[in-house]
Each structure stands twice: as C-alpha cells, then as structure tokens.
C-alpha cells in the first residue's frame, strides 16, 4: 500500500498531538509537518516531483518565512508546472484576518484557527476537517 501524505505547516507543534489520530482515521496517511512557509514549499515540491503530490496541505496564514496565503498561491505554480494533481488547501485564518481569499486557490477551504492554547481540541478539528475533505476526494475518485 503506498503511503500518501498530509502536508502540514506546523508553527505550534500541533502535528505531534495530530499523528495518532490521522492513524487511526486512515494507516496509509502520513503526517509531514513543517516548522514555516519556506519549507512547506520545499517539501511539497519535492512530492510533486516524485509525483506524489500532499492529498491535503494544512496552512496557517501566520507562518514565518513566507505567509500562508504567498504559499497557497505557491503551491499552485508548482503543481501546473509539474502538471500533477492538486492538492487540497485547509487554509487556518487568523480570527481578525482579512477577507476569505482561499476561493481564488480552486481546490480549498478556509477555517478560523482556533485558540492554540488548547492544542488537543485544535488538533481532533484539525483531524476533522481533513476527514471530511478526504471523503469530499474519495467521492470525486481521488483518493
């Protein structure tokens, strides 16, 4: 079975608490988290070239390096240059961030961050949404 991954940009270590669950939501998903927005960049290219682009990438706005919304549009570039699939944005806005510009990304959604004060229930919504963007997938024969 090949593994097929979840990228992650990953300033607040919520990856750690995320891991057993994605495993138990499905075993051959594995979590790839990044500390910024340089490297989530570097590593999604790097499964696009191995043709095996993230089924999901997991985007705070407020990453260092390169913002959640430079890495999206990014992300995109890279993925019609390589002409692979594209991979599903969960793009996390700031509370008091601007305006929803996740729809221009086509294959994305946007949710507010929740506070990182409670990283386990940040973490099960986090697992939450990529389930339901993962059966969303399934549903239009991407798996």
């Known amino acids: 079975m090949t593994k097929r991954h979840i990228l992650m940009a990953d300033p607040h270590g919520l990856a750690e608490v995320m891991k ?73 806005k700031t509370q008091d961030g601007d305006a929803d510009e996740s729809k221009q990304w086509g294959r994305a959604v946007s949710i507010t961050a929740g506070p990182m004060d409670q990283p386990q229930k940040e973490a099960m919504r986090l697992i939450k949404a990529i389930a339901k963007v993962l059966s969303q997938l399934s549903g239009r024969g991407r798996k």
């Open 20 to 92: 057993p669950a994605l495993a138990k939501l499905n075993p051959s998903l594995e979590l790839l988290a990044v500390a910024d927005g340089a490297r989530c960049i570097s590593a999604h290219a790097k499964l696009c070239k191995a043709k095996l682009p993230p089924l999901v990438t997991i985007l705070p706005d407020d990453l260092s390096l390169v913002t959640g919304r430079h890495v999206a549009i990014t992300l995109r570039t890279i993925e019609r240059k390589l002409a692979v699939p594209a991979t599903a944005i969960i793009y996390l």
